[in-house]
């Protein structure tokens, strides 16, 4: 069979950004994961440190919380949110979130960094659908 026979049926917006959120969560989560692996970061989490980030206070935790928070939301909320709103908040929290990414380069190891870059890859790839979203044609 011929890749040509094949169906290819358009992905809504809604769903590709939904998808993108769902992918930077993968990311985030197995890149937190594999630091685990590094020498002395299991020593500091015992000892109360957050890494680059010092003490794990309240603060700190709350803050961590909710930067991790938004993006679980974004993959709910990018595919029921109506398309203005939906729209920008994606723009915006798109570039929050790439911003955010490129501070925790500095310093990372090697394998972060990889995937800090695919991260960053999926907030642009957010921002640039969002930005794209088809306009109504009225007949």
Same mark, same amino acid.
């Given at each position: ?9 358009? !992905? &809504? ?13 993968? +990311? ?6 594999? !630091? ?15 890494? &680059?980030?010092? &003490? ?25 949110? &109506? ?16 911003? +955010? ?16 870059? =695919?991260?960053?890859?999926?907030? =642009? ?10 306009? +109504?044609?009225?007949?």
């Amino acid at each position: 069979m011929r890749w040509r026979e094949l169906e290819d049926v358009q !992905v &809504p917006v809604k769903i590709k950004l939904s998808l993108l959120w769902a992918a930077l969560m993968g +990311l985030y989560i197995y890149n937190d994961y594999f !630091v685990l692996y590094l020498p002395g970061t299991i020593d500091g989490m015992s000892a109360g440190q957050m890494g &680059p980030m010092g &003490p794990a206070t309240d603060l700190v935790l709350v803050g961590m919380s909710m930067m991790l928070a938004v993006p679980a939301l974004m993959i709910f909320l990018s595919a029921v949110l &109506p398309p203005p709103v939906n729209r920008w908040l994606n723009v915006v929290l798109g570039a929050v979130y790439t911003v +955010l990414q490129a501070l925790t380069m500095i310093g990372a190891a090697p394998f972060y960094q990889i995937v800090v870059v =695919l991260e960053i890859m999926i907030t =642009l790839s957010i921002i640039w659908i969002a930005l794209r979203w088809p306009r +109504l044609t009225h007949l």
